[in-house]
């Protein structure tokens, strides 16, 4: 019988071995003064208090044996992969869109290569890590995301980073299209916007696409299935 996450809006089945986690974009572009959602004025504050909760995630899950996948949005320089003149991804991209309109942005924001594009310092992929760069707001669009979990038979996936209602929604609601088990975890991850944007991908999570679960929780249910 499996081991269970004491997640909301009820308990899910968990396996470590059969599991992920999701670290999505903690990039310099999105996590540090001068990144590209400090050109949005996107609210920073929550950084330290995120990554220390995803510092503390990843530790417990390496410990557990569990995979960890970490997500690192951009382009090449060139924008290739940003897609045509006539993207929707060029369109409503608003990186892109800074590029364009300001000449000192060029080939700096989200640009494989570049300081807003690495992960940020304060946390450090291991080499037992998987990092998957990807073109578009979720893990699984345009990448090899999907084919890496099934060959390690991964089946549930916490999912933790930012923005909480733009690229880690978007995976959710992806993964949960793909049969995945998705777990949001609420206390890693922050918003683009105002608060009541965390919450709604809350509800959106808990109602439609998966559940919701602490680091506190993760951490407990490792350490029942070690005593398993």
């Known amino acids: ?48 208090r995120v990554v220390n909760a995803i510092s503390q995630l990843v530790t417990k899950a390496r410990q557990a044996g569990m995979q960890i996948v970490w997500l690192q949005n951009g382009w090449d320089p060139q924008l290739k992969e940003a897609g045509g003149p006539h993207s929707v991804n060029q369109r409503k991209g608003n990186s892109l869109r800074l590029m364009r309109e300001r000449s000192d942005l060029r080939g700096k924001l ?42 390690r038979r991964i089946e549930t996936l916490l999912v933790c980073g930012v923005a909480t209602n733009v690229c880690v929604e978007s995976t959710i ?3 949960f299209f793909k049969e995945y088990f998705p777990v949001l975890i609420r206390d890693a991850c922050y918003q683009a916007g105002p608060e009541f944007i965390q919450d709604a991908t809350i509800y959106n999570v808990e109602k439609f696409f998966g559940w919701t679960a602490s680091v506190e929780d993760v951490a407990q249910a490792c350490q029942h299935a070690e005593a398993a």
């Not at 946390?123 to 060959?151: C, E, H, N, Q, W």
Request: charged fraction near 25%; include cysteine.
């Open 1 to 48: 019988m499996k081991n269970e996450l004491a997640a909301r809006p009820e308990p899910v089945a968990f396996e470590p071995k059969q599991s992920a986690v999701i670290v999505v974009d903690m990039q310099n572009g999105y996590c540090s003064p001068g990144g590209y959602f400090s050109h949005l004025g996107v609210d920073l504050s929550p950084f330290e």
């Open 110 to 151: 989200l640009t494989k290569g570049g300081w807003d594009y690495a992960i940020v310092d304060a946390l450090k992929p291991d080499a037992a890590d998987i990092i998957v760069p990807k073109p578009r707001y979720s893990g699984f669009a345009g990448t090899a995301l999907d084919s890496m979990l099934r060959s």
């Open 173 to 175: 609601r992806d993964a």
